[in-house]
């Protein structure tokens, strides 16, 4: 049986484990699944994760769910070069140290400024008091700017001279508010330069694959079944309001 990743490339997450694999000629059978359709819930994938969020993997009898677990299975499994997770004790405690502090952190405020902008409004239908917004983009702007001064500083990743997870995990989640509509890099040169730089490592062609859902996102929601998601909907404003 072929290795299986169960994605959907709206999730930050999902983006880091598909680029991976990709850029690292990981063959997987791609296996699409809709958060916002909730196909999540279904019970097919249920057998495949209890945790029912992606993304998930499944190699044969063994299933994997957690992208950054799932990132180290493969990078062990396949061998992938050493630079992804270094072996060397600083450089890989670097990348350890940015992969625990982002869950409560960038993930967090630049998925809230994507819901807030974009998926509550213009989805739900509910508006977004003005307060709310505000200390939602000075929630974000305070870890972008942790990003730079702690975990970037002056070398070209966060790790070192190379692209590591950490880079990975990285973009992901804070090209997430850019597809609300949010330029987070105008105005900030050091993280627009490394943008670039893990562009570049990640090649343009699969980063703009990749992202290509995000960033029309603001496109999309306008054709989007607002009636698929009354379900999750006090969920969602519990979680973001």
Known sequence: MALE???????QPCRSVYIFAKKNNISFDFKKLS?????????DFGKISLIRKVPALRDGDFCLAESI???LYLAEKFKTPDFWYP???????????????????????????????????KVMGVEIPEDKMNAALDDLNSSLKLVEEKFLQDRPFIAGDQISLADLVAIVEI????????????????LSA??????????????DEAHQYILGAQESVKSMDSSKMQVFKPKILRLFM
């Open 35 to 43: 958060l916002l359709d909730g196909q999540q819930y279904g019970e």
């Open 175 to 190: 090209v997430q508010p850019v597809g609300a509509g949010v330029d987070v890099f105008e105005g900030r040169p050091k």
């Open 87 to 121: 072996a060397d004790l600083q450089q890989r405690a670097r990348v350890n140290e940015y992969l625990s502090w982002q869950h409560t952190a960038i993930r967090m405020h630049g998925s809230k400024i994507f819901w807030l902008r974009l998926m509550i409004p």
């Open 69 to 71: 677990a799932i990132m």
């Open 5 to 11: 990743l169960y994605l959907d490339l709206f999730s």
């Open 194 to 207: 490394w943008r670039d730089r893990v562009q570049e490592a990640i090649g343009k062609e699969l980063f």
